[in-house]
């Protein structure tokens, strides 16, 4: 079973829309939760972390439930700009960090 | 913010020579640096962790002495790839942590090495 698993998309919404990103990991014991977007043949870029209460920035809101092992990210009012792919970050003990495959998102005109 | 960069980030060699990545955090200091793959459509997969003055950590799987890697300082780490192969071409990225063992100590990517090996 792989540590971190996203469905890979892709997700086509029209701008404007919503849409939401979940992602599943196996261990219990991680301790942080990321959001990373990679654009096309670029390197990951954070978007932000996610922290135990959940938290919001700007049209980005990341939410962890620790009771079921995810973590989901919700983008309002989608740009074409939001195009891109969203990794999933897992991370236990100091060195560990565990890579969702990525779930790509198309926001279309 | 924090920049890290990597050099080369393209390089085509011919199977059997070794190729020399350099990873460099520019603007703070690294205690521990990530060396990930990622090949076509699939996500970033870890092949070592490289902490300055000693011995990296390799993921399993990762052979050791294909792959080497030199953490000499706090702001550069090595990966060399030896007798490189076809099969050995990827994208090549690297990652740089800050020090300190806050849980949310997030990783800043170098913007990737392309190799190619014909």
């Known amino acids: 079973r792989k540590e971190v698993e996203q469905d890979p998309g892709p997700f086509n919404v029209p701008e404007g829309a919503t849409v939401a990103f979940n992602c599943t990991y196996s261990n219990s014991a991680s301790q942080s939760f990321f959001w990373y977007r990679q654009d096309c043949r670029k390197e990951p870029k954070l978007l932000m972390s996610?922290?135990?209460s959940g938290n919001e920035d700007g049209r980005f809101t990341a939410q962890l439930n620790r009771a079921s092992q995810y973590i989901s990210l919700l983008i309002r009012d989608s740009k074409l700009s939001d195009s891109a792919t969203y990794l999933c970050v897992v991370r236990y003990n100091f060195n560990k960090f565990y890579f969702g495959s990525g779930t790509k998102l198309n926001v279309k005109p | 913010g924090a920049v890290v960069s990597q050099h080369p980030s393209w390089v085509i060699c011919k199977s059997g020579t070794s190729v020399k990545i350099e990873c460099r955090s520019l603007d703070f200091q690294a205690t521990t640096m990530f060396w990930y793959r990622q090949f076509p459509k699939q996500s970033l997969m870890l092949m070592a962790t490289s902490n300055e003055g000693s011995k990296a950590t390799y993921e399993q799987g990762v052979e050791k002495d294909k792959f080497l890697i030199n953490h000499a300082s706090l702001t550069l780490s090595t990966l060399t790839v030896t007798s490189a192969h076809p099969e050995d071409s990827s994208f090549y990225i690297c990652?740089?942590?800050?020090?300190?063992?806050?849980?949310?100590?997030?990783?800043?990517f170098g913007p990737g090495t392309r190799l190619t090996v014909l």
């Open positions: 990652s740089a942590q800050r020090g300190g063992q806050s849980s949310y100590n997030e990783q800043f």
């Open positions: 996610v922290y135990s």
